[in-house]
């Protein structure tokens, strides 16, 4: 990582690229990422049907395996004897500390409400496509925001051939910006230690209100070879699945990772 530092000490780049002023980057197919993906598929089919992971991450009634950290990549990214390779690697650089993939699979029918979702998130994720900015935890009653993990980047690797319009992701093009600033407002002007302790309720939902009468709502559509790396601070989510999507019986795969930053206090970014 080449992190970039302000004339006043504030940690600035949250990751080791130049971002384009969309905040994602889709990779074309490349041959190594393509064997990653096949090999990620083929064990990520058997932790799907595991019971206990099956109990742990399947909701929605049914129609999304979360899988946070179920699929089991090493500290490099390498599955099965597989590394993790392609085009994004030149971006992100090599890394010895990413935690375990996130498996995540959507089914037909999604999204349906999770439990204990109220009737207001339902309608969110149904209709805002539970667009969310990683690293903000709602927690309390009622709830409110705080910024407790901060990443360094988010690169997602289809695993499954789909139609486009089979639950893809949904990124808000440049939405990072906005983001980037609302948590500059909120926690600059508290001492670093204290920065995921900082209630950002108000001033999150603003940024985000103001990204969506702003910014261009984009399908980010790919398929098994193909790489999406996403600015940490991008607004995306997860759309409904069209009733004319297709997908094999295994769902709609996707692995993620989302390392955490490897500077304790990274939160504050540089606006571009």
Same mark, same amino acid.
């Given at each position: 990582?080449?992190?970039?530092?302000?004339?006043? %000490?504030?940690?600035?780049?949250?990751?080791?690229?130049?971002?384009?002023?969309? %905040?994602?980057?889709?990779?074309?197919?490349? +041959?190594?990422?393509?064997?990653?993906?096949?090999?990620?598929?083929?064990?990520?089919?058997?932790?799907?049907?595991?019971?206990?992971?099956?109990?742990?991450? #399947?909701?929605?009634?049914?129609?999304? @395996?979360? $899988?946070?950290?179920?699929?089991?990549? *090493?500290?490099?990214?390498?599955?099965?004897?597989?590394?993790?390779? $392609?085009? @994004?690697?030149? =971006?992100?650089?090599?890394? *010895?500390?990413?935690?375990?993939?996130?498996?995540?699979?959507? @089914?037909?029918?999604?999204?349906?409400?999770?439990?204990?979702?109220?009737?207001? =998130? @339902?309608?969110?994720?149904?209709?805002?496509?539970?667009?969310?900015?990683?690293?903000?935890?709602?927690?309390?009653?009622?709830?409110? &925001?705080?910024?407790?993990?901060?990443?360094?980047? !988010? #690169?997602?690797? +289809?695993?499954?051939?789909?139609?486009?319009?089979?639950?893809?992701?949904?990124?808000?093009? %440049?939405? /990072?910006?906005?983001?980037?600033?609302?948590?500059?407002?909120?926690?600059?002007?508290?001492?670093?230690?204290?920065?995921?302790? !900082?209630?950002?309720?108000?001033?999150?939902? =603003?940024? &985000?209100?103001?990204?969506?009468?702003?910014?261009?709502?984009?399908?980010?559509?790919?398929? +098994? $070879?193909?790489?999406?790396?996403? /600015?940490?601070?991008?607004? /995306? %989510?997860?759309?409904?699945?069209?009733?004319?999507?297709?997908?094999?019986?295994? $769902?709609?795969?996707? =692995?993620?990772?989302?390392?955490?930053?490897?500077?304790?206090?990274?939160?504050?970014? &540089?606006?571009?």
């Amino acid at each position: 990582m080449r992190p970039w530092t302000s004339q006043t %000490g504030w940690r600035a780049d949250p990751v080791a690229i130049t971002w384009p002023d969309a %905040g994602y980057i889709r990779y074309p197919w490349t +041959p190594d990422t393509y064997r990653w993906s096949q090999t990620a598929r083929a064990i990520g089919r058997d932790v799907a049907r595991d019971p206990e992971m099956v109990k742990t991450w #399947l909701q929605c009634e049914g129609t999304w @395996f979360v $899988g946070v950290d179920a699929l089991p990549t *090493d500290p490099e990214g390498t599955i099965g004897g597989v590394p993790l390779q $392609g085009p @994004f690697t030149d =971006a992100i650089g090599p890394r *010895d500390d990413l935690h375990p993939a996130q498996l995540s699979i959507t @089914f037909p029918g999604y999204p349906r409400p999770r439990a204990g979702e109220t009737d207001a =998130a @339902f309608r969110y994720r149904q209709r805002r496509d539970a667009a969310h900015m990683d690293g903000v935890r709602a927690e309390g009653s009622p709830k409110r &925001r705080f910024f407790q993990e901060r990443h360094d980047w !988010i #690169l997602g690797l +289809p695993l499954t051939e789909t139609s486009p319009g089979a639950s893809p992701l949904v990124v808000w093009e %440049g939405s /990072h910006h906005i983001l980037q600033a609302a948590m500059s407002q909120a926690l600059s002007p508290h001492p670093k230690d204290t920065w995921h302790k !900082i209630d950002v309720t108000e001033v999150y939902v =603003a940024a &985000r209100k103001t990204v969506f009468e702003t910014c261009a709502r984009v399908p980010v559509f790919a398929r +098994p $070879g193909e790489a999406i790396l996403l /600015h940490p601070y991008l607004l /995306h %989510g997860v759309a409904p699945w069209q009733a004319a999507a297709s997908a094999p019986k295994d $769902g709609r795969m996707i =692995a993620y990772f989302r390392p955490e930053s490897t500077e304790s206090d990274a939160f504050i970014t &540089r606006q571009k």
